[in-house]
């Protein structure tokens, strides 16, 4: 009978923090110098300082959410012992959608005050949550990657809020429609799920055991 090909989790962790370094460079490049002029007063060049602060707040909002994907990933390929070729491209899949962030933000930075900007930004949202959920949701229970020593509570954590954040993403999304305002504290409120950290306990030696 053949036996599946196991491999390391480092490449894609390597790989992966790589790409994560890109998408926040391109957050970066985003930023418009204000149009200063030398005769113009201190008043004048202050208001054209404010006219980039979208810009300045979306980069900000963005760098918050790019830090919180990678740590919550770093931790999810903590908690799995070993990878194989499918979850290289769900992982590549999820890598995908985190290096989108940049078009919606640019829309936010550009366009704060029109619904397509909230719309634009929950749909990539939703989406890396959703990619995110596949490779938890393969690796912990399709192949059996996880380390057996993870706790239930664990894995159930990382895996609920996932579906919590895809919930409200949704709702925003359809909100951006009637309030940007709400849709954009919607998202604010997913930043500060996936701040928590994500619980990382050992199982009791007794279920360890029961399940070897």
């Known amino acids: 009978m053949a036996r599946n090909f196991y491999i390391s989790t480092t490449r894609i962790e390597a790989f992966s923090d790589g790409v994560f370094a890109i998408v926040i460079t ?3 490049f ?15 060049n202050y208001h ?6 979208p810009n300045l707040i979306g980069f900000v909002f963005s760098f918050l959410f790019v830090a919180v994907f990678w740590v919550n990933h770093h931790q999810l390929y903590h908690s799995i012992k070993e990878a194989n070729s499918r979850l290289l491209w769900y992982n590549i899949h999820l890598l995908f959608w985190i290096t989108m962030l940049p078009f919606p933000i640019a829309i936010v930075g550009d366009h704060p005050h029109m619904a397509i900007a909230p719309i634009s930004l929950g749909i ?3 989406m890396c949550c959703v990619a995110a959920y596949i490779v938890r949701r393969y690796s912990y229970f399709k192949a059996k990657l996880v380390n057996e020593e993870l706790s239930e509570d664990s894995i159930n954590d990382g895996l609920n809020k996932n579906i919590i ?7 925003a999304i359809f909100t951006a429609v009637y309030s940007v305002y709400i849709a954009y504290s919607i998202f604010f409120i997913v930043l500060g799920l996936f701040i928590i950290p994500q619980k990382l306990e050992r199982r009791s030696r007794t279920s360890i055991n029961k399940k070897s």
């Open 26 to 28: 391109l957050l970066a």
């Open 30 to 44: 985003q930023f418009k110098v204000p149009k200063f002029t030398s005769d113009a007063s201190l008043g004048q």
């Open 48 to 53: 054209e300082l404010l006219k980039i602060s």
């Open 124 to 126: 990539v949202l939703m």
């Open 165 to 171: 954040a895809i919930i409200l993403n949704v709702i």
